[in-house]
């Protein structure tokens, strides 16, 4: 998990009061995607469950110094009055890269996660300050190396305990293993993809295959994304499909090169009928964003525009099909589909309880997508 996981947090302390528009040196293009949140950890609101009065700014008086408390205004003051300011300027960067969920999470980290964080603590740095005031650089080192000596005696703990559950972990998986022969297991499965999917050997017993033209494609994986939401723009979607692409490619190049171009992934946009109750529920909570638990029973309650989201949802997953056998008129691969938060919903809904009546060819139904070839119908598809 942790090499698609990453977070940089970059520092510059600045005797001003945050007026440097570009103090990291940025270039043009870093720019135009820098997204600027000034902090202000006076009139900043916080969580109840966070607020200490002893840590309130416009409260705590300092002893030592006589500092405080401040107003809302305090910058503006301390500017007025000529009085010294610090800035801490943060450029934070995160890359969450699991598919589905990436804007989500980097999102979360930044508004939430980070920004919370560093609010408490420059409260606190304000309402501690009477325990560092005077301290020199020799009291400063030992508090470093007090700190030091502490978090090494709490990781070697933690790391001897990991090592102990890996040795057990070892010796169960080992005692465990089987002396006979493994199950086939005939579910389609990723696993499978190296031996079952490779190029096609005939029988020698096999009469020879009738001449066709031969489609380069082996599978196709259809991607059903939720686009109602408001903090999951259009290109969001792009980034997570494109994402999970990738994913898919990098795994086919390691470890099943007999794949390479002939797995193809496309999107299904899903979900826009329900945007007016999302945003309904989103002015009422928006700690969640789109992953409020709440989601699934009240759209599934609002059954109008519930039906409207399946019918859709079923109406754009035939449209993309038929656009992909166009490019692939002969096409016989298998096909998985996979959803997000909302696409999987709406997926699970229209593949098992949706009526659609009349099954027809090229169109999604209760179980199986299918497609009409020179000899009738064909089913084709395999759900995961």
């Known amino acids: 998990m942790m090499d698609r996981f990453s977070l940089e947090v970059?520092?510059?302390?600045?005797?001003d009061h945050g007026n440097q528009n570009n103090v990291f040196n940025l270039n043009e293009e870093q720019l135009k995607s820098r997204i600027v949140d000034v902090m202000d950890f006076v009139k900043d609101p916080i969580s109840t469950g966070?607020?200490?009065?002893e840590e309130d700014p416009k409260i705590y008086q300092s002893r030592k110094t006589n500092r405080g408390p401040l107003s809302d205004d305090w910058v503006e003051e301390f500017v007025r009055a000529g009085k010294p300011?610090?800035?801490a300027y943060k450029m934070c960067r995160v890359e969450f890269r699991y598919w589905g969920v990436q804007t989500r999470a980097e999102r979360w980290i930044h508004d939430l996660a980070l920004r919370n964080t560093?609010?408490?603590?420059?409260?606190?740095a304000w309402a501690w300050q009477d325990e560092w005031t005077g301290l020199n650089i020799a009291d400063i080192r030992k508090l470093e190396a007090e700190a030091a000596e502490h978090l090494s005696s709490v990781m070697t703990v933690k790391n001897d305990d990991l090592a102990d559950d890996s040795d057990v972990s070892s010796d169960d998986l080992y005692f465990d293993c089987s002396d006979g022969g493994l199950t086939q297991n005939h579910k389609p499965s990723i696993i499978r993809w190296s031996s079952e999917l490779e190029?096609?050997?005939?029988?020698?017993?096999?009469?020879?295959?009738?001449?066709?033209?031969?489609?380069t494609a082996a599978l196709l994986i259809m991607v059903f994304h939720g686009e109602f939401s408001p903090d999951n723009p259009v290109d969001s979607k792009t980034n997570d499909t494109n994402t999970f692409r990738t994913t898919i490619d990098s795994l086919i190049q390691r470890h099943y090169p007999q794949l390479r171009?002939?797995?193809?992934?496309?999107?299904?946009?899903?979900?826009?009928?329900?945007?007016?109750?999302?945003?309904?529920?989103?002015?009422?909570?928006?700690?969640?964003?789109?992953?409020?638990?709440?989601l699934s029973l009240i759209i599934s309650s609002a059954q109008h525009l519930y039906n409207e989201a399946i019918e859709g949802t079923i109406r754009r997953a035939n449209e993309i099909y038929n656009e992909f056998i166009e490019t692939e008129p002969h096409f016989n691969g298998e096909i998985f589909v996979v959803g997000d938060t909302i696409g999987g919903l709406l997926l699970y809904e229209a593949m098992t309880n949706h009526d659609l009546g009349q099954r027809s060819s090229s169109s999604i139904s209760r179980i199986t997508f299918e497609v009409v070839d020179?000899?009738?119908?064909?089913?084709l598809i395999t759900c995961v």
């Not at 020179?374 to 089913?379: A, E, I, L, Q, S």
Request: glycine letters at 10%.
């Open 10 to 15: 970059e520092t510059i302390y600045r005797n």
């Open 199 to 215: 190029l096609e050997i005939v029988d020698e017993h096999s009469p020879p295959p009738t001449p066709c033209g031969r489609s």
């Open 85 to 87: 300011i610090m800035c």
């Open 118 to 124: 560093m609010l408490r603590a420059h409260r606190q």
């Open 50 to 53: 966070d607020y200490s009065a």
């Open 374 to 379: 020179g000899t009738g119908v064909v089913p």
């Open 261 to 294: 171009g002939r797995v193809h992934v496309v999107m299904i946009p899903c979900g826009s009928e329900i945007d007016a109750v999302v945003g309904q529920l989103l002015s009422i909570s928006t700690s969640f964003g789109a992953l409020h638990p709440s």
